[in-house]
């Protein structure tokens, strides 16, 4: 029984691998069970057997996507740095690279985005991968606001959804206008605005 699991487990990976490789190269719209069994080198029967349907189809997708793109964890090089100013700025720098470095993954989480705008459960799991996202960066900033000067009405909660908020910004502008977005330059700023001197002001 356990092996017919893992033959099923990886079944499910081999379509929703193809899934990804149609979308990425012609979008969300484009995407049908048909391509996908044909990029898959599976018959289309077989991907239903699957997912029943096309939108049970793309559910597993946005599921699949969410959790190689979207979730991050904290690594063991972010929390052996000293201070958890330097700790919180270097896993918010890495979500920003992550923008930089994975466009097709944004632009498809952005198409999505779209998608949940009518879709309850996609935009459920949304909701929750982006709850997942914040709690990333809360603890990091509970540590920050233990350090330093907390500010009146300013939570580690609330500082969490601005950093999450950031990073979508980050996106949005890597995708729209990549000219325009530089790691480098959106990092300084944000060590600028969150510099002591700053904080005191």
Known sequence: MARQRATESARREQILE?????????????????????????????????????????????EWLL???????????????????????ARLRKAVESVDRERVQVELFFDFWVMGTRHPEAREKLRS???????????????????????????????????????EGCAVQAIMDPDNFDVESFMACVEALISPSMAMA
Do not use: W
């Open 18 to 62: 193809a899934a990804f490789r149609v979308a990425a190269r012609d979008r969300l719209d484009s995407l049908t069970v048909r391509r996908v069994a044909e990029e898959a080198g599976l018959s289309s029967g077989l991907v239903f057997f699957y997912f029943k349907t096309k939108d049970a189809l793309l559910v597993a997708l946005l």
């Open 67 to 89: 959790e190689r793109t979207i979730v991050m964890r904290t690594d063991e090089g972010v929390l052996s740095l000293p201070t958890p100013r330097e700790r919180f700025l």
């Open 129 to 167: 991968a982006l709850d997942r996202y914040r709690e990333v960066f809360r603890p990091l900033l509970v540590e920050v606001m233990r350090d330093e000067h907390a500010l009146p009405g300013v939570t580690a909660e609330s500082l969490a959804a601005v950093c999450v908020s950031f990073v």
